[in-house]
């Protein structure tokens, strides 16, 4: 399988909620895959594939996020996001999508899941480029390889 190279214009909040429900979910007992957590949250049968897929722009909203709280039963919406406040808005990430073994991700022996990307670079966006991406002149997805 090619290296596949790509950067992607994201909100860096974004980015830590969708990895963090797709913890989640990969974590869940029984495996829980996309298609099935889209179905108990009656959002449409993509609609956490299209989210877990950064080269989509599709992100999780409020009553996603209320969903998918009610879902894994949690006590507070504070364990869907970060315990501090993170350092960047809107962030230029470049990713390399990792092969996923035996066909979904796993939960490794030390409890952590397996990445479906790798970062290879975190760049907040300077004002120039903000000025863009606010008035629609900045692509969201470059393919780089």
Known sequence: ???ELFEIIILELDYFIIERVREMRIKHKPYLS?????QEIDLGDSYVSSVENLKSRVKYNIRALHKIATFFKLRSYNELFPS???KNDIVRMRLKKLPI???KLNVNDDGTVDKAYEI???TPLNEKELQLWKSNKLDYLTIIK
């Open 120 to 122: 290879i670079s975190i």
């Open 1 to 3: 399988m090619e290296e």
């Open 101 to 103: 073994k035996k066909g």
């Open 34 to 38: 996309m298609l099935k957590l889209s």
């Open 84 to 86: 501090r406040v993170l």
